[in-house]
């Protein structure tokens, strides 16, 4: 018995370094965050309470739920494009020549900053003599878009550097579980015929399901919450078209020195971000049952 409550007393002292780590850098702005919600506050001057109108102005605020749209546009967009992902880690673990080349030149652009690959998009997208429209001009388009200044497309502009900065990472975790299904499987289905279509349908999706659903949450919870690229990009212009929930936080509390509002707008973002969470896995959850 003394040794069991020993090993348990030692395995809580290795546990307790990591567990105010998360509790000073996690918990604790959680709370101070909601907190100072609650306040009139310039981020600088005294505190004013005020309850709960920040939070009230927050669900009345039109702005704000525009960029929540965005911010579910991103999600959906980064989700869908999880299938290309899958795709093309298919394609890279059937053993085609230059599959190890073509990883590497996936994983470079997760070796760049967000604010890199932000400059390097910004000049890509430059309306005058970015390549992008000196190609689409090559091939007979007189007047391509100014792709960042257009409020109806800026949003999709955007979502492309994100797809490619993230191709990498979603690519890598796909590949690896493909990587740890059995040969055997593989080589069976396809003596009794099958297809590659239906070898990756039926036995090779099946088998990672698990990591595709993980893959789903880190997408959708990681736009939510995005904020880098789109701030160095557009900084949510033109007029708010690009503008997501975390950017305008960020500009309320340190643009406008709102920053008992902007708080409130940051816990709100928690907020949503958990409920999406829990929706998320509840329907993943549901559609596994009934596959059981």
């Known amino acids: 018995m003394n040794k069991v409550m020993s090993n348990k007393w030692m395995i809580a002292f290795y546990i307790m370094p990591a567990l105010l ?11 101070l965050s909601a907190y100072y919600g609650l306040m009139e506050w310039n981020g600088i001057g005294a505190m004013d309470f ?11 605020d039109a702005a704000f739920w525009d960029s929540a749209l965005h911010s579910f546009l991103l999600a959906l967009f980064s989700s869908l494009s999880l299938l290309i992902y899958l795709a093309i880690s298919m394609i890279l673990a059937s053993k085609i020549k230059g599959a190890d080349f073509l990883r590497k030149i996936y994983l470079i ?11 390097l998009w910004i000049k890509v997208y430059n309306p005058a003599n ?25 949003l999709f502009a955007i979502f492309v550097p994100i797809l490619w900065q993230y191709a990498g990472f979603y690519i890598l975790i796909y590949y690896a579980a493909l990587k740890n299904i059995p040969e055997s499987l593989i080589e069976a289905a396809k003596i009794d015929g099958a297809t590659p279509i239906q070898i ?32 160095v990009m557009t900084n949510g212009g033109p007029n708010g078209a690009s503008e997501v929930m975390a950017s305008y936080m960020y500009k309320l509390a340190f643009s406008t020195n709102e920053f008992g509002y902007g708080s409130a707008i940051g816990f709100l973002l928690l907020v949503i971000t958990l409920i999406v969470t829990v929706i998320v896995r509840k329907l993943t959850e549901d559609k596994e049952n009934i596959q059981y």
């Open 21 to 31: 780590m998360v509790a000073i850098l996690i918990f604790v702005p959680l709370v």
């Open 50 to 60: 005020i309850g709960m109108e920040n939070y009230i102005a927050a669900i009345k």
């Open 109 to 119: 652009p997760m070796l760049l900053s967000s604010v890199a690959i932000a400059q």
């Open 130 to 154: 970015g390549m992008l429209n000196r190609a689409l001009m090559w091939f007979g388009w007189d007047s391509p878009p100014a792709w960042l200044a257009n409020q109806d497309i800026v």
């Open 200 to 231: 990756a349908y039926h036995i090779k999706l099946p088998l990672i399901k698990g990591i595709v659903k993980v893959t789903v949450v880190l997408a959708i919870v990681g736009s939510l919450k995005y904020f880098d690229l789109i701030y």
